[in-house]
Nanobody, 117 residues
Framework: QVQLVESGGGLVQPGGSLRLSCTASGSLFRINSMGWYRQAAGKERELVATITRGDSTNYADSVKGRFSISRDNAKNTVYLQMNSLKPEDTAIYYC???????????WGKGTLVTVSS
């Protein structure tokens, strides 16, 4: 099992920045990649960014150039630096860990990001 705990959400004005953190614990050897997804009210959950064990990254087109995903292996933590935030970035942001072993996907409980003036 893998446990994920997110932090760093909150209220920010348009154009502002936030950094989300996700700390993993448990059977970390199972994890092949980690990432962030988001779900806005009335919409489906969508991918924001992912990072693999080899530090390959992938971003949704809507956040390219504004968001950056990174990891600190010593702290078992993945970060999402969000800059130039827009109202349409408002959503609950979920941390995800994916394991090729059994194609298992683990989720955190989410952290709310609200971009509003």
């Amino acid at each position: 099992q893998v446990q994920l705990v997110e932090s760093g959400g909150g209220l920010v004005q348009p154009g502002g920045s936030l950094r989300l953190s996700c700390t993993a614990s448990g059977s970390l050897f199972r994890i092949n990649s980690m990432g962030w997804y988001r779900q806005a009210a009335g919409k489906e959950r969508e991918l924001v960014a992912t990072i693999t064990r080899g530090d390959s990254t992938n971003y949704a087109d809507s956040v390219k150039g504004r968001f950056s995903i990174s990891r600190d292996n010593a702290k078992n933590t993945v970060y999402l630096q969000m800059n130039s935030l827009k109202p349409e970035d408002t959503a609950i942001y979920y941390c995800n860990a994916y394991s090729l072993i059994g194609a298992m996907s683990y989720w955190g409980k989410g952290t709310l990001v609200t971009v509003s003036s």
